[in-house]
């Protein structure tokens, strides 16, 4: 399945915009989308971490997605 | 009680809306941008957000304060977009009925948005940039 | 710096003069006249001060806390004579490079006004009127 | 001699007044004087503490006091 992915702060860098899109298998877990998005840009692997949003929250990295989620690349927060 | 704008903030306004009868001490942390970092001097700052996540994770700060501590109201402002030297990023307000209460919750909040609000913040130098705390 | 008056205090002129552009932090607390105590409401609230120590002991606090953090500035004003529910009776104000010192620097200074600096304030309830902390 | 003392908070509703004068052996310590205090204004051992200060300044109870010092009682402070 194609999924669309936000990619904020330096991972909007990394991808060269707001959004991009990746295929994923079915139910394809956090984790994988994570391995992809290593092999995909290397870059990402420097990162201080990396944690993934679905429907504007935090989740783990077992969580299954489904394809209709809003999915969101969280490169380490600096607000404040 | 929260607002995330890229339009400049005041902090009288935050500070007064955490004024009550009830609330014998206000404590109020501004964050600044400060015109040097790691000895290089700053231009700017660039913020962005992602803004409905970073209210929900605001909404989740003050929620957790009121059951730590109890306090009486939590403001928190932010602001995004660009930011000179001086200028204000981040305004929170607690009011307690004491004192320790106050200081408690105000430090907790910036602690813990400074970890989990999606907002991330660019150092623009007068001879390149960073986006703060991306590597380790 | 050091402000003990009669006259209505103001958050806003006290915050302002420790806004600094190597300050990233700015920590204030505001001190005000809560509306009961101990279960009973309080109508009013009258403080006195011995002027001279209490500014002298008031530059021993921002004096200590300069050399225990690395603060950019401290303001403490103070109000005495008669005031009313939910007005201020006392601001202080702390900027620094990072956030844990002006937390720091700010808790320091309230609690070591209220244990060391002459002033005194009686709580004047409907039906009589207490000088606070005096007795056991 | 005779000294003239500041009270203040509720020192200065026990003795009545902003001000008021006592007799001290020349010499007297601190202490000495709240000695005297107690004796003469029973409502003082009441209170959770007794402060002297010496020109502007908290003094420990065996200081000698000369006579032309600015000497001020200290009840509890309840500032802020």
């Not at chain 2, 939590?74 to 929170?92: D, N, P």
Request: charged share 25%; proline share 4%.
């Amino acid at each position: 399945m194609e999924v669309e992915i936000l990619a904020f702060g330096i991972t909007r860098d990394i991808v060269g915009g707001s959004t991009f899109k990746i295929f994923l298998e079915r139910e394809a877990t956090v984790s994988a989308l994570k391995e992809l998005l290593y092999q995909k840009y290397p870059k990402m692997k420097q990162l201080r971490s990396l944690m993934i949003a679905v429907d504007n929250e935090y989740v783990d990295e077992g969580l299954e997605l489904k394809g209709q989620e809003e999915i969101a690349l969280i490169p380490p927060v600096s607000g404040g | 009680m929260i607002k995330i704008t890229e339009h400049p903030l005041n902090p009288e306004d935050v500070t007064s809306t955490v004024f009550s009868n009830e609330a014998g001490a206000v404590n109020v942390f501004i964050g600044t941008v400060r015109g040097t970092t790691k000895n290089k001097k700053v231009v700017k700052l660039e913020f962005e957000t992602y803004l409905n996540m970073a209210i929900k994770e605001i909404e989740k700060i003050i929620e957790a304060a009121r059951h730590k501590w109890p306090i009486q109201h939590m403001i928190i402002h932010h602001r995004v977009g660009t930011l000179t030297v001086g200028e204000i990023a981040v305004v929170i307000a607690v009011s307690s009925g004491h004192r320790k209460e106050a200081f408690a919750a105000c430090q907790y909040a910036i602690d813990t948005l400074k970890e989990t609000v999606p907002i991330w913040k660019k150092e623009v130098f007068e001879d390149g940039e960073e986006w703060v705390s991306a590597h380790p």
